[in-house]
């Protein structure tokens, strides 16, 4: 028989209900098989209890153990199971309950849908609350329990009557020795059960049959033991989500998240996101919560899908536990637009808030929905339109703004014949918000839709205005069609060979370089070489020069600090050569300066953004060598923080933490695909580099406890899980 599996015409060999053989002569038969697999073969076994060590040593290849909680179902997946099987779409909703109820139990949400084979679609949510209200899957459960060894079993009924599964509880109520061996079952993956705010929770259908088999002789009184099915819950008064005050702009001591709120209503992506961080860091509970939100649906474009989705159903479970109705919500809103659910399972969020009389979690969750279809190409300008509509009833003319670009640059993109309209109506809302950062969309839109000898221009100022406000990318990928001429204005530059070719670097200190030689900046004034580093920390781009001298000489009163401002600008232009055929390298444009370097990948800033913008363009392709090639690219050049030299100067400490956060987000994308690629060696340098750069941020630690469990290193996992439980301690989180 062993020879007929692993024969070469058996590629996979799957053994399911391992358990029973355990403990039997049938076990060293089932080890005889691990051991004499090839190469070529892979052998998935399905068992109920942990397989004896023997067995697992027996491969001679990679061993990966799945537990029952890593094969619980999120809500998406309830929902398509249902859809499956039943020939209808489960509403998120619904999918919650089921979630809480059954912990994402495959076999009991298959067994869920199986009766709602022949229900009319109407009645679909009703008949899935009353089968959990009984107990619906009982012989499936009851084998369940009949597999366990009998003093889990014993255990579990004893703690069924907990809410979670408590270690000092559980001691209390089994004895230490007891309890210790419940928690091994638990935690190996024996019994199905879900981890909410850091606890233990064993199904409630599972609670519920345990109760009844032991005919209610557990130590809590019953009433506690049975918990109250998951009915559907009635409207209730919610206070609105926090969308942030329109057009205020935020103040010095402003709270973290109002500030990162009005950051990303004026469209500045990169600010936000570090501010963010420091909400999740030291907010309250609900600022929290949606902090992670808005985080997980920023960085969706270079996160796998499957990590966004499973961390939003955590999150949406937590929001649950928490009572933060309207977040739990709006994760389900999210969960819906990302998984690429049928359009109604978003709409149907949309209409639960509006039930709620919640219009401000309405028009959160549809502009979710619009955004992630515009990253992924499948929106309608007619559905960005209705967005706008939405946010002017609500009184976001900022926000409607941001719309009615998105609407504009989508129809010209299509070609559509109202794409004119919407594009003047797009450039007026901009005017009268003053939301220059969605310029940039109306600028793409006009390249797309006005004459052909106008687009190169505008694309590049596109994409300028996109980049000053904090946009790291536009989110449509605009046509092949228009590119070249663009990229030929951007290529073909004309090098003057009587003056050096300048570069700038930023990352790990200042550096100025002349034809590759580095220029010594000692004989120039502090004070101007600030003034340096500030324009090179802006790429390129222009600063007011009011800006720079309130900045620098603000102590000295408007007219001197001018004054002080141009007498530094002319040392700078006595000590320092030309930049090529543009002049000196700082530059007057207007009543602005910017550094007249003859390319922004002259400067490592910029190259750095513009290597992040193509992994995340080749992510959307799918292409993960490629992804993986540029994020390479950009992990390169990060060498150390942005400018140490200038400390805590307020002008440089919020871009050395947006570019600290990328780059450490970029390595820990790096790790997982390195792992994708099967390249687990580069992939534990990827993670480990994370934590160096960032180490106080949870991705990164989580990242590096992954990939060692991947590559089979399970010491370094425990060293790493060990490390990152004692940051979380240091910023008082555990």
Sequence with gaps: MIDAVTSDAATTIAVDDAHHVFGSPGEAVLERLVAHAGEDHRVVIASRLQPAAHLVHASHGDVEIVTAPEL??????????????????LALECAARVASETGGWPA????????????????????????????????????????????????????????????????????????????????????????????????????????????????????????????????????????????????????????????????????AVPLLHRVLRAGDVANRAAARLLLLVIREPITARDATLDALAVLERECVARGLG?????????????????????????????????????????????????????????AATALAQRLDGLGCADLATWARAAGALLAATGGTTQARDLIVDAETAVIATGIEAAGAFVDAARALAGAHEQAAALLSSSRRRAMQAGLPRLPVALPAASRPRAAASHAHISVDPRHPHLTVGCFGGFRLRADGAELDLRAVRPQARALLRMLALNSGSPLHRELIADILWGDLGTDSAVHALHVSVSSLRRALPQAGTSGSIVERVGEAYRLGIQDRHDCDLAEFDDRLAEAASS?????????????????????????????????????????????????????????????????????????????????????????????GDVVAAERAAADYRRMRIALGLE
């Design 72 to 89: 619980a179902l999120r809500l998406d997946e309830i929902a398509e199971t249902f859809r499956a099987v039943g020939g209808h779409l």
């Design 326 to 382: 309207a977040l739990a919500r709006a994760a389900r809103g999210a969960i819906a637009a990302i998984a690429g659910l049928p359009e109604g399972a978003a709409h149907a969020v949309v209409e639960e808030f509006e039930v709620r009389r919640d219009e401000r979690g309405a028009a959160l969750v549809a502009g979710i929905d619009l955004l992630v279809r515009v990253r992924r190409g499948r929106a309608s300008s007619g």
């Design 619 to 711: 992510k959307l392709r799918r292409d993960a060598a490629a992804t993986a090639g540029s994020l390479r690219r950009a992990l390169a050049l990060y060498v150390g923080e942005v400018l140490p030299e200038d400390g805590p100067a307020e002008w440089v400490t919020g871009a050395r933490e947006r570019y600290r956060t990328r780059a450490a987000e970029a390595a820990a994308s790096l790790a997982h695909l390195e792992l994708h690629l099967g390249e687990p060696r580069a992939a534990v340098a990827a993670a480990s580099r994370a934590v160096e750069i960032d180490p106080w941020l949870d991705e990164s630690w989580r990242t590096l406890v992954t990939v060692h469990r991947s590559s």
């Design 108 to 271: 009991l949400v298959h067994q869920l849908a199986m009766q709602s084979r022949l229900v009319d679609p109407d009645a679909l949510e009703e008949t899935v609350d009353a089968a959990m209200e009984g107990d619906f899957a009982a012989s499936l459960l009851e084998d369940a329990v009949r597999t366990l060894p009998p003093a889990i079993a014993i255990a579990l009924e004893r703690t069924g009557a907990l809410p979670t599964l408590d270690f000092a509880e559980c001691t209390r109520l089994l004895g230490a020795d007891e309890a210790t061996e419940l928690f091994a079952a638990v935690d190996g993956g024996a019994v199905m059960h879900v981890v909410e705010l850091g606890h233990r929770v064993v199904p409630p259908v599972l609670r519920r049959h345990l109760h009844a088999r032991c005919g209610g002789r557990a130590s809590e009184p019953a009433q506690s033991a049975k918990p109250a099915g998951p009915r559907r819950s009635e409207p209730t008064a919610e206070e609105p989500l926090h969308l942030g005050a329109a057009r205020r702009p935020p103040t010095r001591n402003a709270d973290p998240f109002d500030a990162a709120l009005a950051r990303l209503r004026s469209g500045d992506v990169v600010g």
